[in-house]
């Protein structure tokens, strides 16, 4: 905002050295002019530079007070909130340098890093509160295990899952250990685990959002084991394109196929995902889709509904890359053969499908 207003005034000081020097110009006159005249003209060219140097800046003021939508208020107080919380966690990091063993000030720096998007720096908090309780403290566990799934998704499948499969033999009906170690069983393929942590988590009575998200992951995979319980690290969908999202809730069409050079390395029905990424994060994908690679081309919507993580969808971002990937493995993360595309997509901007064309091959 600063470097903003620098310029605005930088180019009305410019406007004005444009219209007011020539005003101000000394004029030469011919020998037969009369000396009163000149002096009256250059007096009246005096006062029309002092009134174009007076009422530009003026007008200016008005005009974009009148037709600008910018809520200085608002960002005055951002800044403000801004500047007060780094100026908390400043302090609270020099406490903990202090008292490098005060657990809950552990905890609290954890908590306020996940909260700001600074995952990295959130797992290092918990990881300190970790260390300290020697593993045996449920809200560092959670704490580190959220931390780094949301840093790396794959750690899902690795250091993340077991510390909440930890957690969850500390405190068996803790929401969040739930949840995660839901996602975790179901990237590791063991959907039964998987839809039994979500039945654990329904029976709390969460939220009406996140209840029909349970609901509907709840279903996928009662479908699934009833037709054998085919392992695959995500619920499927319908191969049809999903229904219309809720009034109010955001969506994206989009309208996927395949290059002819690649449709012939299409073997068998290989799962066909597609996830919605924070382009200026990690974590997991803020939605996903399954489907099968003998439907395309193929037209789906992502919807809030299709968020891994109810508080993490596409709903909290202001634009997103969305990737079609053929996946070889059959697991959703990317593996070197893979097939794929991608597509940027903006909210508000951006309207009609979002059209995606696998062409490439993970290297």
Known sequence: MTTFIIVCVAMLLAALLWMVLPLFRAQTSNASSDSTDITAY??????????????????AILMYAGLSNWDWKAAQVAATQAGNMEEAISGLEAKLKQDPKNLEGWLLLGNTYTRLGRYARAADAFQQAYDLTQGQNVDA????????????????????????DTALTMAPNHPKALWYGSVAALRA???????????????????????????????????QLGEGGQASAMPPTS??????????????????????????????????????RDPSAGGPPLAVQ????TNLPLNVTLTESDAMIPARSIATVPKVVVV????????PQQQSGDLYGEAEYEFGKDSGPLTIIIDRVAP
Do not use: C, W, Y
């Open 42 to 59: 250059r007096s009246e060219r005096r006062l029309s530079g002092l009134a174009v140097g007076l009422l530009l800046p003026l007008l």
């Open 141 to 164: 566990l959670i704490g580190l295990g959220e931390a780094l799934a949301l840093t790396d998704e794959a750690s899902l499948t690795g250091r993340a899952g077991k510390l909440f």
């Open 189 to 223: 393929g063991d959907l039964r685990r998987g839809r039994d942590r979500l039945q654990l988590l329904m029976a709390q009575n969460p939220p009406e959002e996140l209840r029909g998200v349970l609901e509907r992951q709840i279903q996928d995979l009662d479908e």
């Open 239 to 276: 191969s049809s394109p999903a229904a219309p999202a809720a009034s109010g809730s955001r969506a994206i069409p989009v309208s996927i196929s395949i290059s002819p050079q690649l449709r012939q390395q299409v073997t068998g029905a290989m799962p066909l995902f597609i996830l919605a």
């Open 290 to 293: 399954r489907h099968s690679g």
């Open 324 to 331: 079609a990937r053929l996946s070889r493995s059959g697991a």
